[in-house]
């Protein structure tokens, strides 16, 4: 799994499941997701849902922490570290 790959899976899912295709061109992977209002609670638990499931990574309480929310980027990251703990931590 490549983090381009986490990270275009997510712009997919938040483009057409949470913002239903509206302002999606502006959606980026440094998109400042929190601070913009893209992902509010309930939002964040179908997110979750929907990582499990794409990914077969479920993210530890631990890594429930807006950082990891703030763009897709960081939540990649969280992806692969949940789904592959040693391919994220060598990078």
């Known amino acids: 799994m490549r983090h381009d790959d986490v ?6 899912y938040i ?5 239903r295709d509206e302002d999606v061109r502006d959606l980026n992977a440094q998109t400042p997701l929190l601070e913009l209002g893209v992902l509010n609670s309930v939002d964040t638990a179908r997110l979750i849902a929907h990582i499990q499931s794409a990914f077969g990574a479920k993210l530890p309480l631990s890594a429930l922490v807006p950082d990891n929310f703030r763009d897709l980027d960081s939540l990649a990251r969280a992806v692969m570290a949940s789904a592959h703990p040693a391919e994220a931590s060598n990078g």
């Open 7 to 12: 990270v275009d899976e997510l712009l997919s």
């Open 15 to 19: 483009g057409t499941k949470i913002l």
